[in-house]
């Protein structure tokens, strides 16, 4: 890896270390992956979250609506809002550079 990055906990800003928690939850980062913005049935979004369990996968969706990153719908369908779409990106950018590191350590 180029270079040495190590940063102390206390010096990490207030709203990284908000972000981090949310996207280090697999399930959050999961369940974020899996919707788009065409609002998803609760069912078949269960299904594409493999592992997750029905109440777990409830409360993460609360989670992600309560933060403004998922919108529901009385059908209990569940989509991405814009700030969802944002932070699917960055997943995305994150996963690529993640990628990349592998690629180049071996």
Do not use: C
Not at 2 to 17: L, Q
Request: glycine share 8%; proline share 1%.
């Amino acid at each position: 890896m180029k270079g040495n990055f190590i940063m102390a906990v206390r010096d990490i800003s207030m709203g990284t270390k908000v972000g981090l928690e949310l996207v280090t939850d697999k399930w959050n980062a999961l369940t974020l992956s899996h919707l788009t913005a065409t609002p998803t049935g609760f069912m078949t979004l269960r299904r594409q979250v493999r592992g997750i369990s029905t109440l777990r996968l409830l409360t993460v969706l609360a989670k992600l609506t309560q933060l403004d990153l998922v919108i529901s719908t009385d059908e209990y369908e569940y989509g991405l809002t814009a700030e969802g779409l944002k932070l699917q990106t960055g997943l995305a950018n994150l996963e690529a550079w993640g990628n990349q590191v592998i690629t180049e350590m071996q």
